[in-house]
């Protein structure tokens, strides 16, 4: 009889220390879940206004210099062709009268063939600039891209948005705005190469 009852108190205890592991782990898990939680890191974000700062950057505006400067050059002589065109064609109306219907014809004829082909001339001068500037505009973007790419892994930034005529942000606060310190560093680091590429083409 007193080895069941021996044999009794022995399951009991194993049971008892078996539930009491069970309430120490469960204690410890609730604990740790009160624990104050390890800080989030704050996630660094900023936005550049991209029209602003094409408009500032030097870079972008010497191109559109260049190519102000090139369509005016390339246009002069097709200009001086245009108004020798426009003041023959307003003699026309005059000559006509002079010269009979028969000249009116031919001479017509002509004026027309040259107003399509003076058309076609400064459309395809257009066209040319166009591909031109489009080209070195790509690889300006491109590099400012890549730019605003290491510029935002050295500042620890998670997010760099764009704003302005590609807009992809509705609002944002003015003190996420860091596009005057990308203009500045970008106009610096322009300012700092341009002596180098002029000594590289001579």
């Known amino acids: 009889m ?7 108190q022995k399951r009991n205890i194993k049971n008892m220390s078996k ?3 069970v309430i120490i782990a469960l204690s410890i898990t609730v604990l740790s879940c009160n624990k104050p939680a390890t800080a989030v890191k704050e996630v660094k ?9 094409m408009k500032e950057y030097t870079e972008a505006k010497d191109l559109e210099a260049k190519y102000k400067a090139k369509s005016e050059e390339k246009g002069r002589q097709l200009d001086a ?49 166009q591909q031109e500037s489009g080209k070195e505009m790509d690889s300006l973007v ?25 807009a992809s942000i509705l609002y944002a606060e003015d003190k996420y705005d860091i596009t005057k310190e990308i ?16 000594e590289a083409k001579k």
């Open 19 to 21: 539930k009491a592991l």
């Open 81 to 129: 062709e245009i108004a020798r065109f426009k003041q023959e064609a307003a003699g026309f109306q005059a000559q006509a009268q002079a010269n009979g219907q028969a000249w009116a014809q031919q001479k017509g004829a002509e004026l027309q063939k040259r107003e399509q082909q003076l058309g076609a001339a400064q459309q395809q001068l257009a066209q040319e600039l």
């Open 142 to 166: 491109s590099g400012v891209k890549k730019f605003i790419k290491t510029y935002g892994k050295e500042k620890g930034y998670s997010y760099i948005y764009g704003t302005g005529d590609a």
């Open 45 to 53: 974000t900023a936005y550049v206004d991209t029209s602003v700062l």
């Open 183 to 198: 203009i500045k560093e970008l106009n610096d680091k322009y300012k700092s190469a341009t002596p180098k590429e002029a």
């Open 2 to 8: 007193k080895s069941k009852i021996h044999e009794y």
